[in-house]
């Protein structure tokens, strides 16, 4: 139906305001949110028909309790969105970052491991620090995570070691070494709850109001601390001379070391940040309330696996993976209110496993889409040129479309020099 | 007379723009047709008309005298048609021959059986001269090997119509005349070739028929007996050109760089050659030195290890008589080394950062483009505006186009653009024209020899003997990793020169 639309407007290119009505929408239509969005909503149809064959009764009423559970309680389950969001936007950044520099960190899990263990042993057994505990719980929770990375980070650089295998080791390293520290150091061990002692009040990061706001619910500072965190690296990457050298090297680590960038130091330092970012995510959560323990489990921590679904919805973009991890907490708190309906804990899961695994087809869905639009766009303006209203404008979004080569990428080489070609001609 | 392939009235549209604007193109059987136009003319817009893989609005394309629908190079390849394109097509961590058979490979039992095709690959490379090793892995043999695997891969598919999307732009002038007595043969042998170029001598010497496209239209075609080289260029630039770069007398100053000494081993395994053996040489202020040579004699190593992009196993570098041997190429490039790589799209650009981006690839970290380490954006605009006013860089949507998606010629003025504007003392230029047409090649000349003028020093690496003898002050021959001469362009032969080239002939003494 909209993409109907988008052809009439073309081919009507007669009419100026439609012509600019076009273009608004095809770049709507083009950019990644939409993707994001084509996925989501393929991930919660799929999610429906799952829901009709556990339990045909209740699927509907179901169906729309995932899609909006999240405001059922009002603001309470509001803020326990943001709760949930905290960790994962953290994660989210550390995968999203590296892969904006050309690495995947798919070590997020042992990096938030570390994290929380370390935010976890401050809490636990400094409790002299009094109020600065749970800010000194989350800088030690930050150079854990990094030092986490940093290993992968100099294999990969200085003995190109690909780093998802290092940091998938990486990973296991972190959760043992973490169950057999907590198990056997008694100061952090409960032997009761087979988890991590509980950590001090005064490692517990404030609530700075938002308690007030979103009353009942364990939303805290870590959620403004996370957002603050997303912006801030959403500068680095794209204003600074940092950002512009690490993907700058993520792009073309040959182009990056003729410009004289050091690109072994830029590839260890974008993982160490990335590590720090997972780490950081671990101390948020962990030090986020009294309630919340490291269990002594033989099992990788799923907010790291989630920030790589995360990071690919928001498509690598830090404020992207700000928005993605909030959808994935929101379906995650309309998962949890689905018990109401007599579905087992186990079919939510798989739900909320389906809607993320088709969120992360959006980048498919992007270059489908793309390779639609530019297709229409062909024909369409193909129909207006040979009636001869190729005006000045349609001209200048026509080289602009030729250049974003998305044709060329689809149709192989020649393809692509033939494109370059027409764009020669152009200007 | 039988025509093997028509494309009668062809219209190829791009959104906004005409690429091919009713365009025909008659090929004789048995004979060599040559395409000519410059960059954006729509010669590979018309080739991929022809290859399938667009479909044109109007025009029908016969083979033969039958009317066909090609729809992809499958279609293409089924009627006798193949094509060397002029990025390569090849798979870099695949063998020559496992190149060569890709795609119709012998399959027994699921296994890919390779003798027969070994047999036929030493037998057609014996019989054309193209001489290619079957085992050796695409990424290290060299350009002119590369290509040489191209045009055997559409032997080996026992193509007819042969097209050769600008097939000399990476060779020496002996491998040139090697091909055109390849092209030659083919001829003989039956096959159609069309030959895609904007360099007017090989049309000369080599085609029969030549068609001329000139920004998307048809603009004629000429039996090349009776044209001449002015007519044609004018028929395809619409003006008329200037062939030899017009300068003054070098009057070279202070030396800018002195290299002594220099070597460069082979690192791969079990290698132990010199790719660069002892050289040593000067290159003054205002003055342009090239480094001639047919491609594979350890130039590309000499500048990997002049500029840093590889370390370098003995001998000395001075810049601005300070010794760089050890310090790192950002170092250089602060210190008065401007580079024009080989490879443009390995080395010279991000393709997926912004033109303008790009631009200060070299200076963003210069406090006029960053303050605190935060990025200066409007002055970055405004320095890209600039450049590309004043290179007259073209592209989609100005200092915002992705590299990626600008032609190759205007890559090349945007790399040029971003290392002259540096005012460098010492610019290093490799195979700056390679690829481009007249009149991009001019004006790439021409900022050459105003650097010069400006009081830069040039060391130009070459494997074009027109522009090594237009262009240059002094000329270096390299031959396996040695200088075996040193010659002055206005005394020296083009047949001479080509006798250092091939290693016949050393330092000014006649051994043959």
């Given at each position: ?9 073309v ?10 009505f ?6 709507i239509?083009s ?21 009709l064959?556990?339990n ?31 960790p994962?936007?953290c994660t989210g950044?550390?995968v999203?970052?590296?892969?904006k520099t ?9 990096q938030?491991t570390?994290?929380?263990f ?11 620090l009094?109020?600065a505990?749970w ?8 150079v ?5 990375a ?7 650089a ?25 198990s ?15 950590i ?17 619910s ?10 603050l965190?997303?912006?801030?690296m ?5 204003k ?21 960038i ?20 671990g ?12 269990e002594?489990?033989d099992?990788l ?5 989630d ?16 928005f993605?991890?909030?959808f994935?907490?929101?379906i ?8 109401l ?10 739900i909320i ?5 088709f ?9 489908a ?7 229409k ?14 005006g ?10 030729a250049?974003?080569?998305s044709?060329g ?13 027409s764009?020669g001609?152009s200007? | ?6 494309m009668?009235?062809?219209?190829k549209e ?6 091919n ?8 059987k ?9 960059n ?13 893989l ?24 089924a009627?006798?048609?193949g094509?060397?394109?002029?990025h ?12 060569i058979?890709l ?12 003798e ?11 019989k054309?001269?193209l ?8 990424s290290d ?16 598919r ?9 097939p ?31 360099k ?15 920004r998307?239209?048809?603009?004629g075609?000429?039996?090349?007996e009776?044209?001449?080289k ?17 300068k003054?007398?070098?009057?070279p100053?202070e ?42 004699n350890g130039?590309s190593?000499?500048?990997q290890?002049l ?18 041997t050890?310090?790192n ?5 602060t ?6 790589p ?11 950062y ?5 631009l ?24 890209a505006?600039?450049l ?26 945007a790399i ?14 490799v ?12 004006f ?5 020899v ?22 240059s002050d002094r ?6 990793g040695?200088?075996v ?7 020296v032969?083009?047949k ?11 330092g ?5």
């Amino acid at each position: 139906m909209k993409t109907d639309k988008n052809t009439k407007s073309v081919t009507d290119a007669q009419n100026q305001k439609t012509c600019f009505f076009s273009r608004w929408f095809t770049k709507i239509l083009s950019s990644g949110f939409t993707a994001s969005l084509f996925a989501i909503i393929l991930g919660l149809l799929t999610g429906l028909i799952i829901l009709l064959v556990a339990n045909p009764g209740q699927a509907v009423s179901g169906f729309f309790m995932i899609m909006f559970g999240a405001w059922s309680e009002g603001l309470k389950s509001i803020g326990m969105t943001f709760y949930y969001a905290t960790p994962i936007i953290c994660t989210g950044l550390a995968v999203g970052f590296a892969f904006k520099t050309g690495l995947f960190n798919i070590g997020a899990t042992g990096q938030f491991t570390m994290g929380a263990f370390a935010a976890v042993i401050v809490g636990t057994s400094c409790s002299f620090l009094g109020s600065a505990q749970w800010i000194v719980g989350l800088l030690a929770a930050v150079v854990a995570g990094a030092l986490w990375a940093l290993l992968p980070g100099l294999l990969k650089a200085f003995l190109n070691v690909h780093e998802v295998i290092s940091s998938i080791m990486m990973n296991y390293i972190g959760m043992y070494l973490v169950n057999y520290t907590v198990s056997n150091v008694p100061i952090l061990y409960n032997q009761l709850t087979n988890s991590s002692a509980q950590i001090s009040d005064t490692a517990v990061i404030p609530k700075f109001g938002m308690d007030k706001i979103f009353a009942g619910s364990a939303v805290n500072a870590g959620f403004i601390i996370a957002v603050l965190v997303a912006i801030l690296m959403h500068v680095i990457l794209n204003k600074t001379t940092f950002g512009f050298e690490l993907r700058a090297v993520g792009f073309n680590r040959n182009a990056s070391k003729y410009a004289g960038i050091n690109e072994k130091k830029s590839i260890t330092l974008s993982m160490t940040i990335a590590g720090a970012l997972a780490g950081l995510g671990g101390g948020l959560l962990f030090l986020g309330s009294l309630g919340k323990h490291i269990e002594v489990v033989d099992v990788l921590a799923s907010e790291g696996f989630d920030g790589i679904s995360v990071a690919l919805l928001g498509l690598s973009t830090p404020l992207g993976i700000l928005f993605a991890a909030l959808f994935i907490a929101y379906i995650k708190q309309g998962g949890f209110y689905l018990q109401l309906y007599e579905f087992s804990k186990e079919i939510i899961d798989i739900i909320i496993a389906v809607i993320i695994y088709f969120s992360a087809f959006s980048l498919f869905v992007r270059g489908a889409i793309k390779r639609y639009l530019s297709y229409k766009k062909e024909k369409a303006e193909a129909a207006a040129g040979s009636m001869g209203v190729s005006g000045s404008t349609s001209n200048s979004i026509g080289a602009g479309k030729a250049g974003n080569g998305s044709t060329g990428n689809s149709i192989a080489g020649a393809g692509k020099a033939g494109n370059d070609e027409s764009k020669g001609g152009s200007v | 007379m039988d025509y093997i392939i028509e494309m009668l009235g062809i219209t190829k549209e791009f959104p906004g723009i005409i690429a091919n604007d009713d365009i025909t193109l008659q090929v004789k059987k048995g004979e060599i047709h040559a395409l000519l136009g410059e960059n954006g003319a729509g010669k590979s817009t018309l080739m991929s008309v022809l290859f399938g893989l667009y479909q044109p609005e109007k025009g029908i394309i016969k083979v033969k005298g039958k009317e066909v629908a090609i729809n992809g190079p499958t279609d293409a390849n089924a009627l006798g048609i193949g094509m060397v394109h002029q990025h390569f097509k090849l798979v870099h961590n695949f063998t020559v021959l496992q190149n060569i058979i890709l795609g119709v490979e012998e399959v027994k039992h699921g296994v890919v059986k390779t003798e027969a095709a070994r047999k036929k690959i030493v037998e057609l490379s014996q019989k054309y001269k193209l001489f290619v090793e079957p085992d050796a892995l695409i990424s290290d043999i060299t350009v002119g090997m590369q290509q040489r695997v191209e045009i055997l891969k559409m032997l080996y598919r026992d193509n007819e119509i042969l097209i050769l999307d600008e097939p000399t732009a990476v060779l020496t002038p002996q491998e040139i005349d090697e091909l055109m007595n390849i092209m030659r043969d083919l001829v003989k042998e039956g096959k159609s070739i069309l030959f895609i170029t904007h360099k007017l001598n090989e049309i000369k010497a080599v085609a029969d028929r030549c068609s001329v496209l000139r920004r998307g239209k048809y603009i004629g075609t000429v039996d090349v007996e009776d044209a001449d080289k002015e007519v044609m260029s004018e028929m395809m630039v619409g003006r008329k050109v200037n062939f030899t770069v017009a300068k003054e007398d070098a009057k070279p100053k202070e030396t800018v760089l002195e290299v002594k000494n220099l070597i460069v081993e082979s690192k791969r395994e079990g290698h132990t050659k010199r790719l660069v053996n002892d050289v040593s040489f000067s290159v003054h202020k205002g003055e342009i030195v090239s480094i001639a040579g047919i491609d594979g004699n350890g130039q590309s190593e000499l500048v990997q290890a002049l500029t840093g992009l590889s370390s370098l196993s003995g001998g000395q570098i001075f810049i601005n008589k300070e010794e760089v041997t050890k310090k790192n190429i950002r170092y250089k490039n602060t210190h008065g080394l401007s580079h024009i790589p080989e490879d443009r799209h390995k080395f010279g650009l991000v393709l997926d950062y912004t033109l303008e981006d790009n631009l200060v690839l070299q200076e963003y970290f210069e406090p006029e483009f960053q303050k605190h380490g935060i990025l200066q954006r409007e002055k970055i605009t405004k320095h890209a505006d600039e450049l590309i006013e004043e290179y007259d860089i073209r592209s989609g949507q100005g200092s915002v186009t992705p590299a990626r998606s600008m032609s190759g010629g205007n890559q090349q003025k945007a790399i040029i653009a971003r290392e002259l504007s540096r005012r460098p003392d010492l610019l290093i230029a490799v195979q700056p024209t390679r690829g481009l047409d007249v009149g991009a090649i001019e004006f790439i000349h021409k900022q050459l020899v105003k650097g010069r003028d400006e009081g830069c020093g040039v060391l130009l690496v070459s494997f074009e003997l027109d522009e090594v003898m237009n262009v240059s002050d002094r000329i270096l021959v390299m031959y396996e990793g040695e200088i075996v001469g040193e010659l002055d362009p206005k005394v020296v032969e083009i047949k001479e020169l080509g006798l250092y080239m091939a290693g016949s002939k050393r330092g000014g003494h006649h051994e043959d």
